[in-house]
Every structure is written in C-alpha cells, then in structure tokens.
C-alpha cells in the first residue's frame, strides 16, 4: 500500500520490476474480446457472466470530484483530479525509483498516483514506469459506465401465465393468476472492462418486486406484488387463497379468437414483471440501474353463466 507522504518507502529494483507489469500499452479492451458480448439467464443458480463492450481512453469519464488529498478549505489550492500522476523523484527526492523493469523503453522515469491510497480500485494504478513523452495512463473504468452494460445485455426468464380455473373464467367469480414462481428469485450478471489504466468488476443484480396483469377487459390492470398462488383442486377451498386475483364482468364475447372460432373468443393477457436492478463495483461503490420489465402473454376465455329462475 502506498502512503502519500507518510512514510518515505525504499522499493527495490525487485519490486518496482514487478510494478512495472501495471504499464500497459494504451489499448482499451473487454474481457472475452470483440466489441461486446451477450448474457443469459438461468434458473439453476441465477448468475450469469457478462463482457462488455470496449470501452476507449476518451470514453471513461472520472469519477465526479475523484479521490482526492489534502484539505480545500479556506484559500487551499483544490485538489488534483485523480488519478494524479506525479514523478517519483518529485515525491521522495534523492531517488528516482531505480531502473525499468527488464524490456521497457529505458527513456522514461517512474511515476506515482498520489491517490492511489487505501482503495483497492486505485491501488493498481500507485506506481508506473511512463516513456518520456507519453502521458500516464487515464483511470480504470468508470463503475457506472460497466454497470449500465451488464445491465443492457442482462437477460431474464419470460414469465409463463397460469389461470385457476385453467379452462374457462367466468363473469362475477374471481380468476386465480399466477406466473411461474421458479422465476421469482434476483439474477445476477458480473461485468469486466479493462483501459490502459486498469479493470473494473461490476455486479449486476435484478430482483423482481411486482406484477402487472392486463386482463384485456375495460378494468385498471391488476398489480400482485408476488408471482401468485395457482389454485390446487386436491386441497379443499377453505384451505388457500390467494391476494392475486381478477374478477371479470362482462364476458369474452366479441372479442379476438386464438383460433379463429367466434366461439372461443378470449381475452388477451398480458402479465409484466418489473425488476429493481442495483449495481456493485469495487471500493464499496453502489448504485441504481433503470428497472427492467419482462413480459408473457395469454389469453382467457370469460363465459356468463345462465341462470334459470321458475
């Protein structure tokens, strides 16, 4: 660990040969190669590995304000945006840090961030051997820019739609909805983006939270905060329920048939699951993602039952 100013380090030639693997030819690049990758989903452990795209120099924005040193109060200078790339000889005069490891260009010297100190996203970027002329390397990857791409190319199941009863609904009884609760579980994607300056890991994670049933009738849709219960015909009636359900009014009369037969006239469904994505980088660095919405479709035939009065 590098402390600034706090102790004054002897690093042999060893040790700053080791340090100089972390110069790295100025060449962005995304784990698993190409200019991008794709993701997918499963059920068996819900976690899924994610490249992403190539993320350039000029394409990494720094942290709003960075990490910074020093005290900006009063008429204090501000502190140097990170990373701040000072030459070795500069912050521990009398040395320059010794010579370049074994094949690098000799005409340079070495470097130090003065803000690579105590965070684990900066200490890879504390000590570099820069060619004369040759500006230091930018910083790793933003967090947030690697969490919007794994977030873009997550995938999730589709949810599969159950009606109880699973034949028919009918006017004034309520319809028992459901989706497939195998799917009710967070997924997450991991993300790797490497620059000149380093790698960025960032896991994305997408937790569904509710439900949004268009049961196709002129009614507001209806909103489960839960998958659903599908009823079970071998348990008595007085035994379950369920907060998941739509009581239809009018019948599906008139409306589309899946088959073309007036008489199976049904309506549309349309169940949409709504997931929270939330992101975590190195450093403790957290945040919130666009909520993602998958969808699954059906559709419902309604009848009306007659009644017969003497």
């Known amino acids: 660990m590098l402390t600034h100013k706090l102790v004054r380090v002897g690093i042999t030639v060893t040790t700053l040969s ?3 693997a972390l110069s790295l030819p100025a060449v962005a690049f995304a784990s698993g190669g190409g200019n991008g990758g794709t993701g997918s989903a499963s059920d068996g452990n819900g976690t899924v590995n994610v490249s992403a795209g190539q993320l350039g120099n000029s394409g990494i924005p ?13 008429d204090a200078a501000p502190p ?6 000072v030459p070795y000889s500069a912050e521990y005069p009398g040395s320059n840090g010794g010579p ?16 690579a100190v105590g965070t684990q996203q900066t200490m890879g970027t504390g000590l570099i051997w820069v060619v004369n002329g040759q500006p230091p390397p930018p910083p790793p990857p ?18 599969t739609l159950t009606f109880s009863p699973a034949a028919n609904a009918y006017v004034k009884f309520p319809e028992w909805l459901a989706i497939n609760a195998t799917i009710w579980h967070p997924f997450t994607t991991s993300a790797t983006a490497c620059n000149a300056g380093g790698c960025t890991t960032v896991a994305a994670t997408a937790t569904p939270t ?19 219960t599908p009823y079970r015909p071998n348990v008595p009636f007085s035994e379950q329920s369920t907060q998941c359900s739509h009581t239809y009014r009018i019948s599906s009369y008139g409306q589309p048939s899946p088959d073309g037969n007036p008489n199976d006239a049904a309506f549309p469904i349309i169940a949409t699951v709504v997931w929270n994505v939330t992101w975590a980088g190195p450093d403790g660095s957290t945040g919130q993602l666009a ?20």
């Open 62 to 74: 720094a942290e709003p304000g960075g990490i910074t040193t020093g005290n900006n109060s009063g």
């Open 210 to 228: 509710y439900v949004t049933w268009d049961t196709g009738d002129p009614v507001a849709p209806t909103v489960c905060d839960y998958p659903g």
């Open 18 to 20: 080791l340090l100089a």
């Open 80 to 85: 140097p945006a990170c990373p701040n790339y």
């Open 142 to 159: 933003d967090p947030a820019v690697v969490a919007a791409q794994a977030g873009s190319q997550m995938q999730l199941a589709t949810p």
């Open 291 to 310: 909520a993602i919405r998958t969808q699954g479709t059906s559709t419902l035939k309604v009848e009306q039952i007659e009644s017969v009065q003497k």
């Open 100 to 115: 370049p490891a074994v094949g690098a260009n000799p005409n340079g010297a070495w470097y130090m961030n003065t803000c």
